[in-house]
């Protein structure tokens, strides 16, 4: 069996079967990029905050658009030789194809990764303070709160696992505080029986199933209880409907038919009671550490020391710190403060600028920040004499007068200090910040579609580039035995690859530029 | 089942007409359309430091910018995708895929707009 | 620079072969054949009977959810328990501890069950299946145009099945924000768990991301075998209807699927990387209290990006009904499909529109009068092609001498079921109505008579038809009438009654069947158990049906000819079951393909394949003669 078309074109549509196939896959990438850019003017219309304007570095995205332009040069060469039977002139076309997509990813991952260890944290009162959170030491992520004197810990049985040992760390005071756990080391803990046992996930599963058995006996009993108590709830309910929004007359002779069903079933069902009654006793007595869903363990030797993400906590106070998974550590807060050396202020969705708290960190570059912000209201009125008045509301005065670098404020060489310097980080108070992050897709929705636009895009390079580098390392068969074949191969996948240069030629201006 | 099982290769493929192709031709036509996008790409970035504020039209950078990229996606697909003489059955596939998506982002950007009046509400 | 060079080599098809001739590909084991085999009738089979474990799974999701509205509060009885039971102990005592339906379990067999039966049951089963099955044949091609992406399609979509099925054993259970998992309750409702990416909301987003990129690959596949690989003399316009809706149906993939690919990625990383693309600003829940997220997005964006998808998908759903149907019809009746070239074009009309109705889903979400009256138009526009097709297949039973096999009582019972389901869809077009039912039963009873006893039921047709073509052996007629009858009257009782229970207020999400509104909608409350009596029925009536399906393969009787109900389209000009490359020699078409009772031809079914007889010619120049050709 063959499949005809393969590689002459059918005479009446005048295509070959691949070639029918890549544009119709790429009719589907434009709805799917189509979405992309329909969801990106949604989120930007619909943005409640500054709009990231020239924000992004625009060399590397400039760059990285002329090395796309080169290579979809050379990808259509490399078929017009392919066409022109010249294997030499193909071969070369597709290595310089193939390393300006290595180079294209390279520029990418470099921005990525300036973006990643770039942090923001945002203050409850709007104040915008980005930077880096000291990121010369490893153990700094500048986002972790540390529990020290942990000496009791409490899990829940229906939902708690053992992840929550991942954030466990030594505590032994010295340089590095909290370094890191030796492998195989292992906790010791005193139940509230008094046994004293290996705290694993195994141990920690037999409670659980221990746990899970009883709580199945107690439904049980707790739904025939209740089928019991229907007649009788219904009774009441009848009662209250009486006085109620909806009133409705009292029906005395279905009540006492009710409360009649009710004696019955209570009679019936007495021996069942017992036997689950007497059940619950017996599990009970046989592990009594799992009776309760809250089983509070002490710990036997040290005290334990943990530094934890705050994302993966529910909840932290002074004493204690809730996973999301319902552990609870009971010892002594360390410290949660987020050290940051900022590089740049920004006031924009501030209401009062002059008591930001931004000034409670960095007092002494407030007097500098009000006299550039006069400096650029007086250059942006005298450049734009019709907004004079409601330059305020402006979004690119505020631009210019409100996000402010630390190297427009101070003095080069404090500015490099407080930029760099980690003993100059201020310590931002936890209870100031609304929100902390890097410049990943959590940075803002503006950074989330940047991400996954470019994402993507990067994705469709990398997956283009292993084709076509299988149809460079293996096109030499394929070309003796029928060059118009792999003429053909390369350019269904050079289609794909000007494609995707299309998608970079709007990505470039909308992202970097607009 | 092949109705073209005899007829020579070059015969079919849209380009080559019959006549073998001229490399070094094709090549600098296609070298032309590279330095076409790459004068593109310049020219839109130095749109983008125009300041338009000051000659009162905000809207002209999203405009030109998206305009001049429009101009060099339609050099990308007319020469290098070869959409200038492709068959009919993908015109009409491209045609419906724009329509749709196009569709998709006027009628977003619409239903955004139009809220219902807080004035209706009170 | 010699470009004719190398010469293709000589392709010899097509020229007097013998069964055996056709075994040029090598001997094949039985993985090869079987798993993963790039034979676009095998794939059809593997995505027909993966397309039915689901259907029943979420069936049996959707059993174990009546009983909860029927009884709530009462644990299951162990005719329903062993399906919860299937999922394990853990699962049980997780979410029945007490043997009954728990409002969380409820939520998650909803959410299931509204994406098991449109993503993996009714999509692969009435589109995957039977358009590889039966489209190249139908076209007269040896294979799919490209049959290992064929192959990779259908294992695509089996792991994105396997990841859905494997969240229910997640800690935090599947999905449970419903079918369409609308932000932000999807992305807050598994907040609490410790890992955000072993959560049954992202692996719900995994596997859609899977069965999206599954369907992508399927659709080009279709449409290029249509377009390319169509057989000598099949011009677009004697292509069977059938070829047509799953031509128009892959486009619907192919152009729908990207946005929704696009919202389940942005969800994915909202869950994952703790983006805001569908979090307000100062979004606050009950559990986590201020969301430590950036906040800024639209949760309205989610639900443009899902229903611009999940309308055209709507569609998808019941074009390969109608699709089946106006096979099974024209078969049956003996005489051409009435009004086939209107029903084309109302085909295109419909695919067009079905752009841009998505709206008329989010009247609700607070759009002004400006864009809710666009929606509402083009929402009441596009029933006129569906008129079109609905009466279009009416009038084709007009004068026919009938026969009653099952495939065709089926089709008949479609008729007037879909009808009801379309027709009571009209009033929900309309705003102002739509603000007051929206979410209720009536919604629910208006889409499931179109996708219950209107496209499973022609579903059945389809399989019942070609049942003989892809085993060689018939589908026992006593069981199908025993399969038929019941499902026919167990899904009017099933569906009929949750009108009166929407237009009275009942809310689609109650878990308990409204018992906390007891006061006020009691009334209405014996509809309850009436429906889940229904849903019992149903799934008895289920049982002759998957006898029949497995014991007519082994032991059904043999047909005694490649075309055992005298149809004229090119499936039945094969071998029977057809080989690996289909058909013995080239097929070359002479006619359209609903050639029925064609006067002086001298049998009353005329073939695609057979060209005009003497008597037929004869007959056709009288016609021109007296002036009666109709052209």
């Not at chain 2, 430091?49 to 007319?78: E, N, R």
Request: glycine share 8%; net charge neutral.
């Amino acid at each position: 069996m063959e499949i005809p078309y393969t590689v002459t074109a059918r005479p009446d549509t005048g295509l070959y079967n691949a070639k029918v196939g890549i544009w119709l896959f790429l009719a589907s990438e434009v709805m799917l990029f189509g979405g992309l850019f329909s969801s990106y003017v949604f989120l930007r219309i619909g943005a409640d905050y500054p709009w990231p304007f020239h924000e992004l570095k625009v060399l590397p995205g400039f760059i990285n658009t002329m090395v796309l332009i080169i290579s979809s040069v050379s990808i259509v060469s490399a078929w017009a030789a392919l066409k022109a039977r010249r294997y030499g002139w193909y071969q070369i076309n597709m290595v310089i194809t193939l390393l300006c997509a290595l180079g294209f990813m390279g520029i990418k991952s470099f921005e990525y990764y300036g973006k990643f260890t770039h942090y923001s944290v945002i203050l409850h009162d709007g104040t915008v303070m980005d930077g880096h959170p000291g990121h010369a030491s490893e153990e700094h992520r500048g986002d972790k709160i540390a529990l020290g004197e942990v000496k009791s810990f409490s899990v829940n049985l229906a939902k708690s696992e053992t992840a929550f040992l991942r954030h466990r760390r030594i505590n032994d005071g010295g340089a590095k505080p909290f370094g890191e756990v030796p492998d195989g080391q292992t906790i010791k803990v005193r139940t509230p029986s008094g046994k004293e046992v290996e705290f694993t996930q195994s141990w920690l599963n037999k409670q659980k199933r221990d746990y899970r058995d009883l709580e199945n006996v107690r439904a049980k009993l707790a739904t025939l209880q209740a089928r019991i108590d229907a007649p009788k709830a219904r009774v009441e309910d009848m009662k209250r409907a009486v006085s109620g929004n909806f009133p409705v007359p009292f029906d005395a002779a279905k009540a006492e038919v009710l409360l009649a069903e009710h004696q019955d079933l209570q009679a019936s069902s007495a021996s069942k009671l017992k036997e689950l009654e007497g059940k619950i006793k017996a599990l009970t007595a046989g592990n009594p550490d799992a009776a309760a869903s809250t089983l509070t363990l002490q710990v036997a030797g040290d005290p334990l020391a943990f530094r934890v993400d705050e994302r993966a906590l529910a909840k932290y106070n002074a004493g204690e710190i809730i996973f999301r998974d319902d552990v609870i550590l009971k010892g002594k807060l360390l410290g949660d403060s987020i050290p940051l050396n900022a590089d740049l202020i920004d006031l924009r969705s501030v209401k009062d600028p002059e008591n930001s708290l931004a000034w409670k960190y960095y007092p002494g570059l407030k007097p500098a920040f009000f006299k550039h912000m006069e400096e650029e209201t007086e250059a942006f009125k005298k450049k734009h004499p019709a907004h004079a008045n409601d330059y305020e509301t402006n979004a690119d005065w505020k631009r210019s007068a409100l996000r402010v670098s630390l190297e427009e404020l101070a003095p080069e060489t404090e500015a490099h200090a407080l930029m760099h310097d980690e003993s100059k980080a201020v310590q931002v108070e936890r209870s100031d910040k609304r929100f902390y992050t890097n410049f990943s897709p959590s940075r803002s929705p503006y950074y989330a579609i940047y991400f996954l636009m470019t994402g993507l895009h990067g994705l469709h390079v990398v997956g283009g580039s292993i084709v076509l580098g299988y149809f460079l390392f293996t096109g030499r068969r394929m070309y003796k035995r029928n060059p118009e074949h792999l003429a053909n191969r390369v350019e269904v996948g050079g289609l794909f690859w000007h494609f995707v240069d299309l998608v970079w030629i709007f990505l470039f201006p909308v992202f970097y530029l607009l | 089942m092949d109705h073209s099982t005899n007829t020579p290769v070059h015969q079919d493929g849209h380009d080559s007409h019959g006549a073998p192709l001229d490399l070094a031709k094709t090549v600098r036509s296609y070298l032309k359309v590279g330095g076409v996008l790459i004068l593109g790409t310049f020219l839109t970035v130095a749109v983008a430091y125009v300041p338009w504020m000051q000659t009162g039209v905000h809207w002209a950078d999203t405009t030109i910018g998206l305009l001049i990229a429009t101009i060099k996606v339609s050099f990308v697909g007319l020469l290098f995708m070869h959409l200038n003489h492709e068959r009919g059955l993908i015109y009409k596939v491209l045609f419906f895929t724009i329509i749709f998506s196009i569709a998709m982002m006027f009628l977003f950007v619409l239903a955004f707009l139009d809220p219902i009046k807080a004035a209706l509400l009170n | 620079m010699d470009a004719t060079l190398p010469t293709k080599h000589a392709d010899d098809h097509g020229h007097d072969h013998g069964h055996d001739a056709h075994h040029d590909d090598h001997k094949v084991n039985f993985i090869n054949k079987y798993i993963f085999s790039t034979d676009h009738k095998m794939i059809g089979v593997q995505y027909g009977i993966t397309g039915l474990l689901f259907l029943a799974l979420g069936f049996m999701l959707m059993l174990v959810m009546r009983w909860s509205i029927a009884h709530p509060g009462l644990p299951l009885p162990s005719s329903l328990s062993w399906i919860v039971g299937l999922f394990g102990d853990d699962f049980v005592s997780r979410w029945a501890p007490n043997g009954a339906v728990s409002g969380s379990l409820y939520n998650m067999f909803g959410a299931m069950h509204g994406t098991i039966m449109v993503f993996f049951g009714v999509v692969p089963l009435g589109f995957a299946a039977f358009v590889n099955f039966v489209t190249p044949l139908q076209v007269g091609a040896p294979d799919m145009a490209f049959p290992k992406l064929n192959m990779w399609s259908f294992w695509l979509f089996f792991v994105s099945g396997v990841i859905m099925v494997a969240s229910f054993f997640l800690p935090t259970g599947a999905a449970q924000a419903g079918w369409t998992n609308y932000s932000p309750l999807a992305a807050t409702i598994q907040m609490n768990s410790d890992s955000h990416f072993w959560t049954g909301q992202t692996q719900w987003l995994f596997a859609m991301v899977f069965n999206i990129s599954a369907s992508l690959l399927g659709a080009v596949n279709v449409l290029t075998t249509v377009i390319n690989l169509r057989a000598k003399g099949l011009t677009w316009m004697r292509l069977p209807f059938f070829t047509w809706a799953m031509f128009i149906i892959a486009f619907l993939l192919l152009l729908a699927f990207p946005p929704l690919e696009v919202a389940a990625l942005m969800q994915l990383s909202d869950q994952v990387f703790g983006s805001s693309f569908f979090l307000p600003t100062g979004l606050y829940t009950k559990e986590a209290g201020l969301l430590n997220v950036s906040g800024g997005g639209h949760p309205v964006l989610f639900q443009h990006l899902f229903w611009f998808l999940a309308h055209p998908e709507v569609y998808v759903l019941r074009l390969p009904a109608i699709a089946i149907v106006s096979e099974v019809i024209p078969c049956n009746t003996r005489k051409p499909l009435w009004g086939y070239k209107s029903m084309v074009y109302g085909l295109l009309t419909l695919a067009f529109l079905s752009f841009i109705v998505w709206a008329h889903h989010m009247y609700l979400t607070g759009m002004g009068s400006v864009v809710a009256t666009f929606f509402q138009f083009t929402t009441v526009l596009i029933s006129v092609p569906s008129v079109i097709l609905l009466t279009c297949l009416m009038i084709s039973l007009w004068g026919g001498s009938i026969r009653f096999p099952v495939p065709m009582l089926f089709a008949t019972a479609f008729l007037p079921m879909f009808g009801i389901g379309g027709l009571t869809g009209l009033p929900l077009a309309f705003t102002f109505i739509d603000l007051y039912l929206h979410d209720t039963y009536y919604v629910i009873a208006h889409f499931h008579y179109i996708v219950a006893p209107g496209v499973i039921f022609g579903l059945f047709a389809g399989i019942y038809h070609w049942y003989p073509k892809v085993t060689g052996r018939m589908m026992g007629t006593k069981l199908g009438h025993l399969h038929f009858w019941p499902s026919l009257i167990a899904m009017n009782v099933l569906f009929a009654p949750m009108f009166i229970q929407g237009m009275a207020g009942f809310h689609r999400r109650w878990f308990d069947g409204g018992k906390v509104f007891e006061m006020t909608s009691h009334k209405y409350f014996y509809l309850n158990e009436i429906i889940s009596w229904g849903a019992w029925g149903l799934g008895i009536a289920q049982l002759p049906f998957i006898i029949n399906f497995f014991y007519s393969a082994f032991a059904g009787k043999k047909v005694t000819s490649d075309n055992p109900w005298n149809a004229t389209t090119l499936e039945w000009n094969t071998p029977t079951p057809p080989p690996h490359g289909n058909f013995l020699t080239e097929q070359v078409v002479y006619r359209g393909p609903y050639e029925y009772s064609v006067p002086g031809a001298d049998k009353d079914y005329s073939p695609q394949w057979e060209a005009p007889s003497s008597g037929e010619k004869k007959a056709a120049a009288a016609d021109a003669a007296a002036g009666l050709t109709i052209h």
